[in-house]
């Protein structure tokens, strides 16, 4: 697989991309909604509704002297920010740091996208690392207020691997965790829960999978052996690796919309957030369309919520700092699920 990333104008440019060179030389678009957090760098916010209040859990952005390249080594993130809003429009207050790596004893670097969740009045968050060994694992910590600090534990989930956990709760009162990205998140060096050397599948096989495994009841192990989750074409095959406008990349996330699921996700170097839909958490998913036109910036990174009756979606770019690959912040804007169940485009500038 060709991973070359152009970093000086690091999004795709067909029609639906954005000039990061027109923006950053002339403000050529205006942006639809307003970074939510200036102060810092935020990114890969994942949102949820705890206490009549929305909270949200990104990746927290700094300066880093790591070289840019496929592996992402430049986001070299150290520790974790809580941010809670009363309504959409209210004040974002940072309740400081939750989480830092020096806290993690098995954690080396690159605390990279995280989530949260909550049972019986306790609050978990989970977060990716790579350990001393280089490898990305996914630890837990808790905390008894959703805006920590959280205590992590000694060490990562035992059959963990990869990045971006996305947890979610089912009606039944069962927790999945969905998790995997490709490149530097290391998925394509895992086959069959063993870490070796990269393979990827040629353009005509199917693509590499996101991964799933249900939750243990103490909401700190998982419950049964991790699974590949298929997503599917409208004719029930597949998806290739060469289908890169649809293939998964990264940052996966569930939600439920009339008793249907609702799986999103980034394509990674086409720079988009799409969906697909399924009867079972567990899928397949049929692909559906696409959530999230390109953004400023070359990754792409979101959560869905529903909050006063309302769904919402967070997702980050790079307005902040003019368009600095590693260096992004969060954002939120209302999503819509027109009357078929399909989710209506949302394009994040105004031409």
């Known amino acids: 697989m060709n991973k070359v990333i152009d970093l000086d104008n690091n999004i795709n440019s067909d029609a639906e991309a954005v000039n990061k060179k027109d923006l950053a030389r002339a403000g050529h678009l205006q942006q ?14 994942s949102a949820h509704v705890f206490n009549d209040k929305i909270y949200i859990y990104p990746s927290h952005d700094i300066e880093s002297d790591k070289p840019l390249n496929d592996d992402g080594d430049h986001f070299d993130m150290r520790d ?20 830092d790596i020096n806290e993690v004893k098995w954690a ?9 969740a909550q049972k019986d009045g306790k609050y978990y968050l989970y977060f990716p690392a790579r350990d001393y060994d280089g490898l990305f694992r996914i630890g837990v910590a808790s905390s008894n ?32 965790m969905y998790f995997g990205g490709l490149w530097g998140g290391q998925l394509q060096n895992w086959h069959k829960s063993s870490y070796g050397p990269e393979q990827y599948p040629a353009n005509d096989e199917p693509a590499l999978k996101p991964r799933m495994a249900k939750l243990s009841p103490d909401m700190l192990s998982l419950d049964e052996e991790v699974h590949e989750i298929s997503i599917l074409d409208e004719y029930g095959n597949e998806l290739l690796a060469g289908d890169t406008d649809r293939r998964y990349f990264e940052g996966p996330w569930l939600h439920k919309y009339k008793e249907k699921y609702y799986f999103s996700y980034s394509t990674g170097e086409t720079h988009k957030i799409v969906y697909a839909t399924s009867e079972s958490p567990y899928g397949p998913f049929t692909y559906q369309g696409l959530i999230l036109e390109p953004v400023l910036g070359w990754t792409t990174h979101h959560s869905i919520a529903k909050f006063k009756g309302k769904w919402y ?18 954002k939120m804007i209302e999503l819509t699920h027109k009357e078929d169940g399909s989710i209506q485009t949302i394009s994040p500038y105004f031409n």
């Open 313 to 330: 979606l967070f997702y980050h770019d790079t307005m902040l700092s003019g368009g600095q690959t590693h260096l992004r912040n969060i």
């Open 145 to 176: 207020q959703p805006e920590g600090p959280f205590k992590a534990e000694p060490s990562y989930i035992k059959g963990t691997y990869s990045i971006d956990p996305a947890v979610y709760e089912d009606k039944d009162g069962s927790y999945y």
């Open 32 to 45: 639809k909604s307003l970074p939510l957090v200036s102060h810092i760098y935020t990114a890969d916010p």
């Open 80 to 99: 974790y920010h809580v941010f809670s809003l009363n309504e959409p429009d209210a004040k974002v207050i940072d309740h400081g740091c939750a989480l």
């Open 108 to 116: 080396e670097r690159q605390m990279w996208a995280p989530d949260a």
